[in-house]
T-cell receptor, first 115, second 113 residues
Framework: SAVISQKPSRDICQRGTSLTIQCQVD?????MFWYRQQPGQSLTLIAT?????????ESGFVIDKFPISRPNLTFSTLTVSNMSPEDSSIYLC????????????FGPGTRLTVL | AQSVSQHNHHVILSEAASLELGCNYS??????LFWYVQYPGQHLQLLLK??????LVKGIKGFEAEFIKSKFSFNLRKPSVQWSDTAEYFC???????????FGRGTSLIVHP
């Protein structure tokens, strides 16, 4: 299993500003994932972050809005840029188990409120 | 694109009642199936998983799920719930070649003592 931490755990931000969320894993992993979890809705994958290459974004998410960094095999950041109230959500970092079973381990999440 | 449907969005039970949460998916090929649970104030964690073999899988805390291929279903069951089972439950599916699961929208379970 992997232990994942995220910072900050929650934040309240003003419209038009940006927030960078950090994700730290206690072991080296190839792939890291960023999800958004809106109230009463499913987890939606934002992007897959691979070390040494550009992140792969899912439909409806763009790099200008959600830039991602992956400087090494244990760390990634997600920035939510030019925020609006619609960005209020929980943002989750996860990693694949790496055992060929494709189960995922999740971080505790970052609860973002945009005013 | 595959999709996952969880039919029960909110379930309220009394302790000792039996539980069954429905999950159906749309993908027709080989799938990996998961149930994740999120207890209040905690992060998402794996409850149980199915990859192959016995379609009845057992997970932690007395939960089990049955894969019925003909019905594209992977329902979660527990014969007798406890107050501590109060949580959000998510079904997830990925096809055999993908790292990325598709999640259902979740079921909120409240168990009254």
């Amino acid at each position: 299993s992997a232990v994942i931490s995220q910072k900050p755990s929650r934040d309240i931000c003003q419209r038009g500003t940006s927030l960078t969320i950090q994700c730290q894993v206690d072991s080296q992993v190839t792939m890291m994932f960023w999800y958004r979890q809106q109230p009463g809705q499913s987890l939606t994958l934002i992007a897959t972050a691979n070390q040494g290459s550009e992140a792969t974004y899912e439909s409806g998410f763009v790099i200008d809005k959600f830039p991602i960094s992956r400087p090494n095999l244990t760390f990634s950041t997600l920035t939510v840029s030019n925020m609006s109230p619609e960005d209020s959500s929980i943002y989750l970092c996860s990693v694949d188990s790496g055992g060929g079973y494709n189960e995922q381990f999740f971080g505790p999440g970052t609860r973002l409120t945009v005013l | 694109a595959q999709s996952v449907s969880q039919h029960n969005h909110h379930v309220i039970l009394s302790e000792a009642a039996s539980l069954e949460l429905g999950c159906n998916y749309s993908y027709g090929g080989t799938v990996n199936l998961f149930w994740y649970v999120q207890y209040p104030g905690q992060h998402l964690q794996l409850l149980l998983k199915y990859f192959s073999g016995d379609p009845l899988v057992k997970g932690i805390k007395g939960f089990e799920a049955e894969f019925i291929k003909s019905k594209f279903s992977f329902n979660l069951r527990k014969p007798s719930v406890q107050w501590s089972d109060t949580a959000e439950y998510f079904c997830a599916v990925n096809n055999g070649g993908s790292y990325i699961p598709t999640f259902g929208r979740g079921t909120s379970l409240i168990v009254h003592p």
